[in-house]
């Protein structure tokens, strides 16, 4: 499947999730990344008007989570976040952030992963890293399989 059918099939499956409802669009989708977008709005804004650390941190999670849902098989198993750290590097009031996951480790029961969130000037915003879980989906009520 080409890069950009795949991405919009993506976009289009979360698009009635938080993924969908913050506005992230998933970019790009390579052997060992996961790149994309979020706008940063009302939707994503704090207060102050400043990106809220917790959208970043949504962003980021999204991006490495689907980074590592590429990794299992989709019949048998999925991943769930079992820890996330972030450090808030830059503050931005408007525009767009962009990210990019790419794997630290990708073992038979855990991934971990790193994020890297940027401006539109590409200047470090956030970096985060995921550690994701790989559980049997027998044991889940999948919601994969009813979409």
Known sequence: MENTEKTRKINEFNAKTMVGHIGIEIMEVGKDFVSGRMPVDERTTQPYGLLHGGASVAFAE???SLAGSFHVDWKKEA???IEINANHLKSIRSGW???KATPVRIGKRFQVWDINITN???EAVCVSRLT???VKLE???NSF???
């Open 132 to 134: 994701l879980a790989v």
């Open 145 to 147: 399989t009813k979409k």
């Open 97 to 99: 952030v962009y990210g």
């Open 79 to 81: 991943v769930v976040g």
């Open 62 to 64: 999204s991006l490495g």
């Open 139 to 141: 044991n889940y009520n």
């Open 120 to 122: 539109e000037d590409k």
